[in-house]
């Protein structure tokens, strides 16, 4: 069975200060993984993914994530904060076919002003 | 370029009342999916449709029908709502539904419709 466990339900960080979502997978295959990002009353939308081409990848508005397989994590970042954002992010694994996509609980993360 | 859009955005139901919820990609996607967002559970998919003419259950099926009308359009069915079925809705497209390990097309989400069943 697949499972994805984001470990922070809430994440708060100042502007200009970097971000660090945390985000572990168990899978027994290896597994694509992508994070996405919610905005208020809107979809879900592609922030970047992994397919196995390179452990660290990097997606749009500054984010990237590094696959650990060792560590069995896929954690999000950025360098710096931006009040933009703020927003529920959210880890999916996907084996085998994406009828069968796992998605974690989601971290919303706010930026101080 | 409209993506994936979904009508209404809001619904109110009595329960034991039917609804459908309307869904459209202009993106020539092969796959549409329909999933459920509660508080603290991520999204749970509903039922999905791998390419037009097909169907198929997702994690959490009752209480829900499907049509595939053509290749544009995915609908969700409520034929008698409960309480239980107040969440938001979302509806989604990829390229494929890609059963190989090595990839997975990503989705593309509508904005959602936030339905109330009281």
């Known amino acids: 069975a697949q499972s994805v466990t984001q470990l922070d339900s809430h994440v708060s960080v100042s502007e200009g200060t970097p971000v660090l979502l945390r985000c572990n997978y168990s899978s027994s295959y290896s597994p694509s993984l992508f994070w996405y990002v919610q905005h208020p009353n809107k979809g879900l939308q592609l922030l970047l993914k992994?397919?196995?081409?390179?452990?660290l990848v990097k997606g749009i508005n500054g984010f990237e994530a590094e696959f650990k397989k060792s560590e069995t994590s896929f954690h999000l970042t950025k360098p710096s904060a931006h009040m933009s954002d703020a927003a529920e992010y959210f880890c999916?694994?996907?084996?085998?076919?994406?009828?069968?996509?796992?998605f974690g609980t989601g971290t919303r993360l706010t930026i101080i002003p | 370029n409209a993506g994936v859009t979904q009508t209404p955005k809001f619904q109110v139901l009595k329960t034991g009342q039917s609804m459908t919820l309307q869904c459209a990609q202009d993106?020539?996607?092969?796959?549409m999916y329909w999933y459920r967002q509660d508080p603290g559970m991520g999204l749970r998919l509903i039922y999905y449709?791998?390419?037009?003419?097909?169907?198929d259950k997702g994690e959490v099926p009752n209480g829900y029908n499907v049509s595939r009308l053509n290749k544009r359009e995915f609908s969700l069915r409520l034929e008698s709502a409960a309480p239980s079925q107040t969440s938001v809705y979302f509806c989604?497209?990829?390229?494929?539904?890609?059963?190989?390990?090595?990839?997975?097309?990503?989705?593309?989400f509508g904005n959602g419709t936030r339905l109330t069943v009281t």
């Open positions: 999916v694994a996907a084996n085998f076919g994406n009828e069968k996509l796992t």
């Open positions: 993106m020539n996607h092969n796959s």
């Open positions: 992994y397919t196995s081409a390179a452990t």
């Open positions: 989604a497209s990829s390229e494929e539904l890609d059963r190989s390990s090595s990839y997975n097309s990503p989705l593309h």
């Open positions: 449709s791998a390419s037009e003419g097909t169907t």
